[in-house]
Every structure is written in structure tokens, then in C-alpha cells.
């Protein structure tokens, strides 16, 4: 009797999981990327704002609201123009996997300062990526990545987020560009970083005081590598 009922029982149960009318306890759904916004940060503007501003919440220390960046020394490109130039293409790479994408800019003619920046990209982003170049000796080549330390007084709980973050953006973008990999330095003293309250990193996408980089990153076709390199490390972060 036991056995009959068992058996019954089976196959109800199996009719109803072909049918779809019993629950079976599943792992949560994934999120799609469309279920993720991504925040763009276009480093600097047309014109640096020197005035002062709190390098994070509560700090004393004071830093200008946006530092004039560098530029191009054989393109001629200021570092505004590539960042931009770069935050579009990655923009359009993003919607085309299925993300959402907020710029904090969309034109150079425009004063935001950085604690503003990562304001606007906290209402509604789920991870914020800015966008800049390096400048040093002519010597100096690659890209790097800038992170907050383990110890950052304003955004320490999201010290493992964000050097996750980091290292997958770092990682897919030399693979993708060709660039040297510099690595990762981390510093507590950047605005735009302080004021996130989400995952955030830096991307120094190359030196555009070396003659290699600079004209590298000036060429339209290779910023839509930069730009594939960097939405494939947020793949990559977020699990795609």
C-alpha cells in the first residue's frame, strides 16, 4: 500500500513539474544587465575649477573641485576631450550588452566638481567607473588602476568591492588594448572616490606623455577597444 501511494505521489508531483503548478525550491534568479545601471565619469572639463572643496565627507582637507587635467604631448588631445571621447564609445558598448548608463557629462563646457560627480552617479548607478589618462616622463607606459585602501575613512566598506572592481576593469582592458598592466595604486585622497557610496574605481587608461600611448588612445578605433576592454572587466565583476 505504502508503495502504490509513493508511487501516486510521484507522479503527481512529476505531472505538476511538466504542467509548472508546484514550486521547487531554485537558486534566486540572476540578474540580467538590464537590472544594472553603470555610472560613466568623464574626467576633468573645458576649464579647471580651482576653487576648494572637502576630499570626502566631514574632511578638513580640501582639494580644487576639478583639476585641469593633462594632455596629449604628440596628438595634442587634451586629457577632457579623450576622456569623453572614450566615456561615449563605452557608453554605447554598454547598451549594446543591455546595461543602463548615466555620464556625469555629456559636453566639455560644463563646471561639475568631483564630490558632485559621485553624487549623481550614487542616486542611480550600481558601480561607477572614472575615466582618465596619465601623465609623467615620456618614459612612462600603460595603464593602472586607483582604488581606495582597506583603511579609507569614508568608504572603507567598500574596500573589497571596489579592488575586485579594479583588478577585473584593469585586467580585461590590457587584455583587450595590448596595454602595459601597472597594476593597481592605492590612495585615499580622491574626491570622486571618497563621496561614492558604491563600488567605484580609476581607470588611468595610459600616459598621454608617452609617444606610444598617447597616439594610441588619440585613434577613434582603438578607443572602441578601450572602451570593449573596460565593459568587459565590468562583465566580468558582475558576473557575465
Known amino acids: 500500500m505504502n508503495k502504490k501511494i509513493i508511487r501516486a505521489f510521484s507522479l503527481v508531483l512529476a505531472v505538476c513539474m511538466m504542467l509548472g503548478v508546484c514550486a521547487v525550491p531554485t537558486q534566486a534568479a540572476k540578474?540580467?544587465?538590464?537590472?544594472?545601471?553603470?555610472?560613466?565619469?568623464?574626467?576633468?572639463?573645458?576649464?579647471?575649477?580651482?576653487?576648494?572643496?572637502?576630499?570626502?565627507?566631514?574632511?578638513r582637507t580640501k582639494k580644487a573641485k576639478v583639476a585641469g587635467g593633462t594632455s596629449g604631448r604628440y596628438s595634442g588631445l587634451p586629457e577632457y576631450r579623450l576622456t569623453l571621447q572614450v566615456a561615449r564609445k563605452l557608453k554605447k558598448e554598454l547598451e549594446r550588452r543591455g546595461y543602463k548608463v548615466v555620464m556625469t557629462r555629456n559636453k566639455h563646457r560644463v563646471n561639475i566638481s568631483n564630490s558632485e560627480r559621485a553624487k549623481k552617479l550614487n542616486k542611480s548607478c550600481d558601480i561607477a567607473i572614472r575615466l582618465h589618462g596619465d601623465g609623467a616622463g615620456a618614459s612612462a607606459h600603460g595603464a593602472s588602476m586607483q582604488c581606495s585602501t582597506r583603511n579609507n575613512p569614508y568608504i572603507s566598506k567598500l574596500y573589497s568591492k571596489c579592488n575586485t572592481l579594479s583588478k577585473d576593469i584593469l585586467n580585461a582592458y590590457c587584455k583587450k588594448t595590448g596595454m602595459k598592466n601597472r597594476g593597481i595604486a592605492y590612495r585615499d585622497d580622491l574626491t570622486g572616490t571618497n563621496f561614492s557610496t558604491i563600488p567605484v574605481t580609476l581607470i588611468e587608461m595610459g600616459f598621454m606623455t608617452n609617444k606610444s600611448d598617447d597616439t594610441y588612445m588619440a585613434k577613434s578605433s582603438n578607443q572602441t577597444k578601450m572602451a570593449k576592454g573596460i565593459a568587459d572587466g565590468i562583465d566580468d565583476y558582475l558576473g557575465f
Not at 537590472?35 to 568623464?42: K, L
Not at 574626467?43 to 572637502?54: F, I, M, N, V
Open 31 to 59: 540578474k540580467k544587465r538590464s537590472q544594472y545601471t553603470i555610472g560613466i565619469d568623464p574626467g576633468h572639463q573645458r576649464y579647471a575649477d580651482t576653487s576648494l572643496e572637502p576630499i570626502g565627507p566631514g574632511a
